[in-house]
């Protein structure tokens, strides 16, 4: 594990590089054959609104796993990601052929012992935030 | 009808080994569009310590769903997996998923509890090597909507 960032370098606050990450249908067909979530709400759009919802909708783990990427590109190597967790507060429509658009900003919450921090996440869409208290654990240099 | 609590620490028989290959492993970090060359460059993931590629953070998903079947589909349970939607999620790692591990999970139904006409349960995956070394332990929350309205006054 080698992560890029020191812990002395880091103080609460510190902001990480923030990233927007465009979302179409066609990167949630990709991540439900890769992830083997086949659910049609996140490619059935007749299906999706049967069911009540205004459209299809990205899969939670798909935000999840771009949300994250502000961290792991922060310290380059992915393992120094210890913990990670976020709650599914709303979802991403990803209207056809659009898509919707999500936003990640995070910065340093709190500076742990054995040289770890934890960082905390603002994931939004259109719609507001679409993640609660997403958060991660990072052990740093 | 409410989810029986009776259920809340029950555990289920480890799942068969999953095998991760590197070429999974690129697949799942094509489709969430992540360019770490720790997850397709040997060499690279090497450069940062690891023996071999190793997978995007949220990977573990792929085993912990898959085991997590056993409580979703369980009919004695009788989950309305129909009207089930994922509420959160967390993993906490002892190393990262690599390739060339064979992962075991074992699930147990950590919590069951109505909220609002909703049954929620909270599944915990713990997956290890084949030869018992701990790598990550996923815990899921799925809400069930208004199926455990008859349990509400």
């Given at each position: 594990m080698a992560a890029s960032i020191s812990y002395d370098d880091v103080e609460v606050g510190t902001e990480l590089p923030a990233q927007t990450f465009p979302v179409k249908r066609e990167n949630l067909v990709r991540y439900a054959g890769a992830s083997g979530d086949f659910n049609p709400i996140h490619w059935n759009?007749?299906?999706a609104t049967e069911v009540g919802l205004p459209d299809v909708i990205a899969h939670g783990m798909y935000t999840m796993a771009e949300a994250v990427r502000v961290v792991t590109d922060w310290v380059e190597d992915p393992a120094a990601v210890v913990e990670y967790s976020v709650k599914f507060t709303r979802p991403v429509v990803v209207p056809d052929p659009e898509g919707a658009v999500v936003e990640v900003t995070g910065k340093v919450a709190q500076k742990l012992d054995d040289r770890r921090v934890?960082?905390?996440?603002?994931?939004?869409?259109d719609a507001g935030k679409v993640l609660g208290v997403p958060r991660a654990v990072v052990q740093l240099a | 009808m409410p989810l029986d609590p009776k259920f809340i620490g029950r555990t289920?028989?480890?799942?068969?080994?999953?095998?991760?290959?590197?070429?999974?492993?690129?697949?799942?970090a094509d489709a969430i569009g992540d360019?770490?060359?720790?997850?397709?460059?040997?060499?690279?993931a090497r450069k940062l310590g690891h023996p071999d590629v190793i997978a995007p953070v949220t990977f573990p998903i792929v085993v912990s769903m898959t085991a997590a079947e056993q409580i979703v589909m369980d009919p004695e349970l009788g989950l309305d997996y129909s009207r089930?939607?994922?509420?959160?999620?967390?993993?906490?790692y002892a190393r990262p998923v690599r390739a060339g591990d064979r992962l075991v999970a074992v699930v147990t139904v950590e919590n069951i509890k109505s909220m609002a006409?909703?049954?929620?349960?909270?599944?915990?995956?713990d997956?290890?090597?084949?030869?018992?070394?701990h790598v990550v332990t996923a815990h899921s929350t799925l809400a069930a909507r208004g199926t455990a309205a008859e349990g509400e006054a």
């Open positions: 759009q007749r299906f934890r960082v905390d996440l603002t994931v939004t869409s | 289920y028989p480890p799942t068969a080994p999953y095998e991760v290959g590197r070429e999974k492993i690129r697949e799942f360019a770490n060359p720790a997850y397709r460059d040997p060499e690279a089930v939607v994922h509420a959160d999620q967390r993993f906490a006409g909703n049954d929620i349960i909270t599944t915990r995956a997956i290890a090597t084949e030869d018992g070394e």
